[in-house]
């Protein structure tokens, strides 16, 4: 069993292998063994759901059995997205793991851990911990414990819509008649729940038209990963082709969610952050008037973020991009909310953990108590113009940074968080004399040769020209 590459399966935020070769059956009960134990849940309920993937079931029951070994007491939600998952986290109060490999092919399995309350574990607050010691594990084997734990399985998806509509009071807004691209994913399954009819709830104002709710982890249709473009075209089309008010498109374990406006054009996750942001915020003061409101936003969101928290009286808190420190984060700033250019959306009343089904009825809420169509509305939200994250393959990575350090070397100024920004002499925020803006910031991959470049101005032809300079000294 030495064969496994321990370091390759075991990543920054979460496990996640090729299924057969990186992760079997055994890995999955020496990693549930090393996860008991690391958190001390002899004793304890553990929560495992898994999605629709192929290989899911199995390995979720190999993760029980080695839970149970090691004595945890394991509830099991059977299919269940990711943000179900971090629900069943947080209102039992239990440790949880989640089966999926999010976006990734049908060739991919992993599993997305989390302590007690939906708190986050990456490398540094357990993992790699817990990978240690399933390495021992996988190579002596698993000793059961005097009293090994029970199983019980529990239904949650019902609480976990209850959950959501408590938290977003759809009930009031204009009817909407919503596209939902599910990409085959769980979203197939919670949409139904939460936003149709599949429950006892009452009816909301929403004509839901669905596609590919059928849950099938080969995903037959496209790659349920809505981040990649060419994964959204269905969805574009079909917006327009029902003349529907908006889109919605969920990645696999369905806890990012994109948005489409009326047109087929995408509402920018930075627009979408700053429209919960506000809803918020707003709702943080009607609760505790006075009280000091935090909203999180990591370095690569829009300044329209930062603007809109700030004019809504919020104080903005700026974070590296990575799921478990923006976690962290939330817990130790107590913000109401935090957003991420890569469309995760934080939520203090959801224990701190992202959710893209809850920023998806903020939207609908927001955009559905006015009376502007979808793409005028977000216009307020989306002033500004960004290049989107390019990534390009490097060979020499330093020496690619010391040739942008040079190039902008008195023109900007230079602040080395998360990668390296470079921003406008003038602060890159709007100002009284109206001038032109910058920003840009070079981050390197954690696994990969790759530089990853972000760019915004405050005018096209300006982002334009510097995407392509810093573009070009990247690769050349």
């Known amino acids: 069993m030495s064969n496994i590459n321990w370091d390759a399966i075991v990543k920054t935020y979460d496990v996640r292998g090729l299924v057969g070769k990186d992760l079997t059956f055994e890995v999955v ?7 008991v134990d690391e958190l001390g849940a002899a004793g304890s309920d553990v929560v495992v759901g898994h999605d629709m993937r192929d290989s899911s079931p199995e390995f979720a029951e190999a993760f029980a059995r080695g839970a149970q070994a090691r004595g945890a007491n394991v509830v099991s939600i059977g299919l269940c997205s990711t943000d179900e998952s971090y629900f069943a986290s947080g209102v039992l109060n239990a440790p949880a793991a989640m089966f999926t490999a999010s976006h ?19 490398l540094n607050t357990g993992l790699a911990a817990i990978r240690d010691r399933a390495k021992v ?11 090994v734990g029970g199983y019980r399985e529990e239904h949650i998806l019902v609480r976990y819509a209850s959950y959501l509509r408590e938290l977003v009071d759809l009930t009031p807004i204009r009817k909407l008649k919503v596209v939902v691209d599910a990409g085959n994913g769980m979203g197939g399954m919670t949409v139904p729940a939460v936003l149709g009819h599949a429950t006892d709830l009452a009816q909301l104002p929403l004509e839901i038209i669905p596609m590919y709710f059928e849950l099938d982890g080969s995903f037959p249709n496209h790659e349920a990963n809505p981040l990649d473009p060419k994964n959204l075209v269905d969805l574009q089309e079909a917006v327009v082709e029902h003349g529907a008010d908006i889109g919605l498109a969920f990645d696999g374990d369905a806890d990012r969610c994109f948005v489409i406006d009326e047109l087929g054009q995408p509402v920018t996750p930075s627009a979408v952050a700053a429209i919960v942001a506000r809803r918020e915020i707003a709702r943080e003061k009607a609760q505790n008037p006075g009280a000091p409101v935090t909203v999180l936003h990591n370095l690569l969101t829009s300044r329209i973020v930062e603007e809109v928290i700030e004019q809504d009286g919020a104080k903005p808190y700026r974070t590296k991009v990575g799921h478990s420190l923006i976690k962290d984060a939330m817990a130790e700033t107590n913000a109401v909310f935090g957003g991420e250019h890569s469309a995760h959306y934080y939520f ?8 893209g089904m809850l920023a998806a009825m903020h939207v609908l809420a927001e955009f559905g108590a006015q009376a502007a169509p ?15 994250e390019i990534n390009s393959t490097v060979a020499d990575v330093p020496a690619a940074r010391a040739r942008i350090i040079e190039a902008f070397e008195g023109r900007g100024l230079l602040e080395e968080f998360d990668g390296f920004t470079f921003t406008s002499p003038n602060g890159g925020k709007k100002n009284a004399a109206g001038e032109s803006w910058w920003w840009f910031n070079v981050r390197s991959s954690n696994t990969e040769p790759l530089l990853r470049l972000n760019v915004e101005a405050s005018d096209e032809s300006l982002m334009h020209s510097l995407r392509d300079e810093v573009l070009a000294l990247i690769r050349k």
């Open 137 to 147: 594990y996988l190579e002596e084997g698993i000793e059961p414990v005097a009293e």
């Open 29 to 35: 009960e020496a990693l549930a063994a090393g996860f």
């Open 374 to 388: 979808l793409s005028e509305f977000a216009k307020q939200y989306n002033p500004y113009f960004m290049s989107g």
């Open 104 to 122: 990734n092919p049908a060739t991919y399995n992993g599993i997305k851990f989390s302590r007690a309350g939906a708190r986050g574990i990456s």
């Open 348 to 355: 203090r009343d959801f224990w701190g953990a992202d959710n």
